[in-house]
T-cell receptor, first 113, second 117 residues
Framework: DQQVKQNSPSLSVQEGRISILNCDYT??????FLWYKKYPAEGPTFLISISSIKDKNEDGRFTVFLNKSAKHLSLHIVPSQPGDSAVYFC????????????FGTGTLLAVQP | DTGVSQNPRHKITKRGQNVTFRCDPI?????LYWYRQTLGQGPEFLTYFQNEAQLEKSRLLSDRFSAERPKGSFSTLEIQRTEQGDSAMYLC???????????????FGPGTRLTVL
């Protein structure tokens, strides 16, 4: 059972435009969400996170929005740059003692120059 | 470089052989995690250490898998009698554990890619 879902395997956008990556979850016990970026042959790199008590968190060009009633979050990147081309993973913590992460399947973002 | 390091980066082995991977977490991080990532999937949790104590193991971690963190610093993950289905990227992550609760960020190493022939 996939508790964190990224339904778009890939996304292509033009440099300078907005990239919107989406993520849905099924477990209402999740209370903290993160986005990681992954380049080939490297480990995931932490990008931005949001607590379930907030609906928005912003860090430079990256903004994460959370809609708890819809169990949906999104990552906005604006303006998109070619260096943003990577696989983006949405992840959730279930609030248990271990804080283990439950990942989606990822979205491959390609930013065209 | 003070990030998480993993060795080896690549391992090719024959079915039935044993393999061992090493993870060196960020210095003074007391929490350490192992994940496994297969093609087209996101990383999946395998096991968690707080200092030297292994506190949680996923059902994905069959009895052929064993992990240790003997002195609360580096960790090893051993797979005995490897099978072709074990082929995957094995990722290690660490976190400080000091900020408490949910905001404790996990930082990942580059991974060890295992290929079982």
């Amino acid at each position: 059972d996939q508790q964190v879902k990224q339904n778009s395997p890939s996304l292509s956008v033009q440099e300078g435009r907005i990239s919107i990556l989406n993520c849905d979850y099924t477990n209402s016990m999740f209370d903290y969400f993160l986005w990681y970026k992954k380049y080939p042959a490297e480990g995931p790199t932490f990008l931005i996170s949001i607590s379930s008590i907030k609906d928005k968190n912003e860090d430079g060009r990256f903004t994460v929005f959370l809609n708890k009633s819809a169990k949906h979050l999104s990552l906005h990147i604006v303006p998109s740059q070619p260096g943003d081309s990577a696989v983006y993973f949405c992840a959730a913590k279930d609030g248990g003692a271990t804080n283990k992460l439950i990942f989606g399947t990822g979205t491959l973002l390609a930013v065209q120059p | 470089d003070t990030g998480v390091s993993q060795n080896p980066r690549h391992k090719i082995t024959k079915r039935g052989q044993n393999v061992t991977f090493r993870c060196d977490p960020i210095s003074e991080h007391n929490r350490l995690y192992w994940y496994r990532q297969t093609l087209g999937q996101g990383p999946e949790f395998l096991t968690y250490f707080q200092n030297e104590a292994q506190l949680e193991k996923s059902r994905l971690l069959s009895d052929r898998f064993s992990a240790e963190r003997p002195k609360g610093s580096f960790s090893t993950l051993e797979i005995q009698r490897t099978e072709q289905g074990d082929s995957a990227m094995y990722l290690c992550a660490s976190s400080a554990g000091t900020s408490g609760g949910l905001a404790d960020t996990q930082y990942f190493g580059p991974g060890t890619r295992l290929t079982v022939l």
